[in-house]
């Protein structure tokens, strides 16, 4: 039930990322000091690579060109683990 949870949501973001930028809850660094910081800049490079808004991404922060490659590695290994039913607590 909580995999069918984590499915919804990730094929929500998909068709409408924006709603990630909404639901998020507010960045305290941008609280406190007016300004936004680093991790804002990420989520927004994402979700402007999301609409393929790849100059807009560059724009929000130029290390999207580094973190988009690397989630989307993470994402694809670990949908492989959840659909071959590979264990990840490994000890």
């Given amino acids: ?13 998909l068709l409408w990322p924006a709603l990630l930028l ?12 007016g300004r936004a910081c680093w991790g804002c800049g990420i989520t927004r490079a994402l979700v402007a690579a999301a609409h393929f808004d790849f100059a807009g991404a560059w724009r929000a922060n130029p290390l ?7 989630l989307a590695a993470v994402s694809l290994r670990f949908a492989i683990q959840v659909l071959l039913g590979w264990r990840t607590d490994r000890r």
């Fill in 1 to 13: 039930m909580i995999l069918l949870g984590l499915v919804l949501a990730g094929m929500l973001a």
């Fill in 22 to 33: 909404r639901l998020a809850p507010p960045c305290l660094i941008t609280l406190a000091t």
């Fill in 64 to 70: 999207v060109v580094v973190v988009l490659p690397l």
